[in-house]
């Protein structure tokens, strides 16, 4: 009779193979994460390009308004692009922006603002809710850039050094006064007018203060420029 031939059994409990084991599963999982975290912020870095900004069809009426600015242009060549003005530059701040930036998307689709009248038809709505938001966060992406502990009042004019001398007293932040520099303020609807605390053609235009800071390297995107739902 012949007998089986017999297989020694392959020792996976011994402390040499398991080590092993868990040595070849750490760094798979460590170039994967690796792998994620460069592919995350290439996606991220990717969303806060001009060029991402107004690759949808309704931001082409406030970007050709930013090129004919300041911010876009100027005698230093200081530059400022829509993220830098409308993303947060924080890292979870932003994460948020980016997670409601489907609104963009979603009104896109829907052709919300797909033209210039249906555009000029939301402005008033769209720029009081950048304002509102540009307030609620002390003009934060603003003071990116502008700080009033590094202006030389002294070589502004009267009104502007005025302006900024009493803001800190007076807990005013940049969009107290500073709307409608770079996109067109809009006229407010008749009923709106009695309501308004403060007319965006009242407010004191800044004059080419785009060339005294440097902005941000990484900063937002246009879902609170163009959203006409929120």
């Known amino acids: 009779m012949i007998k089986p031939k017999h297989t020694p059994a392959t020792n996976t409990g011994s402390p040499k193979f398991s080590f092993l084991k868990w ?3 750490a760094f798979i999982f460590m170039v994967l994460g690796v792998l994620g975290a460069v592919g995350f912020d290439a996606a991220v870095g990717y969303t806060n390009t001009v060029e ?3 690759s949808c069809h309704s ?3 406030p ?3 930013l090129k004919k600015s300041t911010h876009w242009s100027n005698r230093t060549g200081v530059h400022a692009g829509c993220p830098d003005c409308h993303v947060p530059h924080s890292f979870f701040p932003k994460m948020y922006a980016k997670i409601m930036a489907y609104k963009d998307v979603y009104h896109e689709l829907l052709g919300t603002i797909e033209t210039k009248e249906k555009f000029e038809a939301h402005r008033w709505e769209m720029a009081n809710r950048v304002w ?3 307030k609620a966060t002390n003009s934060r ?3 990116s850039c502008h700080s009033f502990d590094h202006m030389d009042l002294s070589a502004q004019d009267r009104f502007a050094r005025k302006k900024h001398e009493k803001a800190g007293d007076r807990n005013e932040t940049c969009i107290d006064c500073h709307k ?3 996109h067109q303020a809009p006229e407010p609807p008749a009923d709106a007018k009695d309501t308004a605390t403060e007319s965006p053609t009242d407010a004191q235009p800044a004059k080419d203060t785009a060339t005294e800071a440097q902005p ?3 900063a937002t995107t246009p879902t609170e420029t163009t959203d006409p739902k929120n």
């Open 216 to 218: 941000a390297a990484d």
């Open 59 to 61: 931001q082409q009426y």
């Open 141 to 143: 992406e603003c003071r």
């Open 23 to 25: 040595i070849s599963f």
């Open 132 to 134: 509102a938001k540009m």
């Open 52 to 54: 991402f900004c107004t």
């Open 63 to 65: 970007f050709e308004e």
């Open 180 to 182: 409608g520099i770079v």
